[in-house]
């Protein structure tokens, strides 16, 4: 990115930030987790204590970041280096991303950008000006995008709560600032487990690893009564529903299943969890260590804020995470896809000079699609 | 400590107080070496040491239908116990101590099985208290299954490489895992095994009591049949072939895939210099990063922490498992070829 760019998008964050430091809290037990940021075209500086609102203003104003992160977990020590800031705990974290869902629609709405000549293509393989196949992607997720992702979150809601106990006033879902969501699990019985066994979890939540067994088919002495009840709990239950369609059908596709082979089983197995199972990034509730974009703050890779979603059927990030104010800028837009935010279309634009409002410049630009005129 | 009845000592002889079992009874350890009557008693002890690491049940208990067979097989059973743990700590040989341990912790899961079996659903029953003491985790009877909270199973049932154990292959209710008694005890049979080791491995080591030299060495000498080496093909494993194969297509490879391939090359002895160019082909490649990266993972930057290879199970999590036959089983890639001669 060009220092014209840079010092836009700064002036436009600072200017966010100072009018909006209602929406940036510390999380509880600031002074035990670690902070760290990053400015525009610059590494990392993590290991950071803070010990309230007040310090984390502080650090807005005087860095001015791209991006700001903190821990999900808790530590005695959270300024020394990893191996001495003495871990005790962490909240769970589920990333849902519109990236992972496989979704139709995504193609629609995804442009490479040529890292050797900046070439903006639809073209996913190569460079369609100079054949150069390193390419980076970058999405303008959709309205089905955000929905399929909304119906992640509600998923995961109902195992956390119907399996795992938790509660759901203990449910915290934010909107992440690009293409999904965060879901925040507080004072579960699981603050203090490590990566493994939130690995466990994670295969838990998404349906993975499940062997026929679970679901009733046996390699040898099959039993129709092993298969699972259409109001049992648990995936057994969600199996039967998903599977059996209905209570009268139940019997007739046990026949079926047992007439059809232990590893013909296992594929329909495989089918069931990847309709039924939770699209989670397990990367990301298996790391113990990570840091987290701060909530209230703006995710540069879309110039959208992540945001807490208090009515998640309604949210709509293109209106309620898009916080820069409306003065017009003048950029030179290289954006094939149509884009909305703030109800306001924008685009489709072909290497043209237009003068647009801040937020939606700043979400090009961030998208690496505009420069500054 | 809990208090243990008769048949309780027998079975769970690990639970009670060596120390003041003998001291009740009226015997000294050194009586043992040099009393034609309890010198049977040692031998017997041998032969449980011995039954343990072959893993086989020529050991003959005097347990019947989990109860003592008659008044006299109660000491022989608590004895023999006691002193197999003297002679284990005598002959210091940790593969015997760990084999004695493991196969001590099956026999107890048996009787443990079959004690949480005949309970009603009193919580304070022996068997669920016997859980409690040893394991500091409070289960539940509940119908025809015994309930335990979701993050004691877990912690637990990651020491299982049994896809039957994943928590996804368990009933899970209302933050509950449900299991019948058999798979209740085993859950815990590593944790029996580390215990009753820990009982072995606490406290120094006793001097010699005259008598049990011979069986001392005895057991030195049968434990050379554990002592065994390796061979390794050389070969890499499919999840680093295939992570190799993406970076040479110029493919990316998630970070957890670029940590997977650094930590295995970094622990089969490749240098920095020698990894770092498997990395020029991906779309983001950095010379300068990658570097730092690599010598934060070999332990040679940072906080000189030398990073492990992650385990199959994580892996497989990480979609970046693509196990073949050939894998056999293993639970880390590093295990991959590795046959024993």
Known sequence: ?373 | MLELGEDEKAKYPFMADAGKYLKEQGFTLEQFGTDPDLIPIVEKAYTRIHAACEMNKDYESEIIQNQVSNTGSLPREVFSFLLSIVLLKLTGIPTLARRFALSESMRAEGFLTKDLKNISSDENELPIKIIEDLFSIKIKKQGDFFIIPVVDYIKHSVHFHEREWKLVNRHVENGFVYLKADKMVRLFRIELGKYINSKISSGKKPSMIPGFEDIVERLISYSKKFQSSFVTTGEYPPCIKHAIEVLEKGENLPHSGRFMLATFLLSKEQSVEQIAPLFKNAPDYNERVTLYQLNHLAGTSGSGTQYSCPSCEKLNTQNLCFATSECDNIINPLQFGKKRK
Request: hydrophobic letters at 35%; a neutral charge.
């Open chain 1, 1 to 373: 990115m060009q220092a014209a760019e840079i010092n836009f998008l700064e002036d436009s964050f600072k200017k966010y930030y100072f009018e909006h430091f209602d929406l940036i809290r510390v999380p509880e037990r600031t002074s035990e987790r670690e902070f760290g940021y990053q400015k525009f075209n610059s590494g990392m500086t993590r290991h950071i204590q803070i010990k309230d609102d007040k310090e984390l203003h502080l650090l807005f104003m005087q860095n001015v970041p791209s991006d700001v992160y903190c821990s999900n977990a808790y530590y005695t020590f959270p300024n020394l280096p990893m191996n001495e800031k003495d871990w005790k705990g962490a909240d769970l974290i589920f990333d849902i991303d519109a990236k992972d869902l496989n979704l139709p629609c995504r193609e629609i709405h995804t442009v490479s950008i040529c890292n050797e000549c900046n070439n903006v293509s639809k073209n996913s393989i190569q460079c369609s000006k100079c054949n150069s196949t390193k390419l980076e992607k970058k999405s303008l997720p959709c309205k089905n995008c955000i929905d399929a992702s909304k119906t992640e979150v509600l998923k995961l809601s109902e195992v956390l709560v119907d399996d795992l106990a938790v509660t759901k006033e203990n449910i915290q879902v934010y909107f992440s600032g690009n293409e999904g969501f965060h879901v925040y699990v507080y004072n579960s019985q699981f603050q203090e487990i490590g990566s493994r066994e939130r690995s466990e979890l994670a295969d838990y939540i998404s349906l993975r690893g499940a062997i026929p067994e679970t679901f009733g088919m046996r390699k040898f002495k099959q039993d129709r009564t092993a298969f699972p009840d259409f109001d049992e709990k648990g995936w057994q239950g969600r199996f039967a529903k998903q599977v059996f369609g209905s209570k009268s059908k139940r019997s007739k596709i046990i026949t079926e299943l047992l007439a059809n082979s232990y590893s013909s089983f296992q594929k329909t197995l495989d089918n069931v969890s990847e309709n039924i199972g939770v699209k989670i990034d397990p990367n990301v509730t298996i790391d113990i260590h990570r840091i987290f974009r701060l909530p209230g703050s703006i995710n540069s890779k879309s110039g959208l804020v992540k945001i807490f979603c208090e009515n998640l059927f309604k949210f709509d990030p293109y209106v309620e995470a898009s916080f820069l104010n409306n003065d017009s800028v003048e950029v030179i837009a290289n954006c094939p896809i149509e884009f909305k935010l703030k109800n306001k279309k924008f685009g489709p634009y072909n290497n043209e000079k237009v003068s647009i409002p801040t937020f939606a410049a700043v979400y090009m630009i961030c998208k690496k699609l505009a420069k500054i005129a």
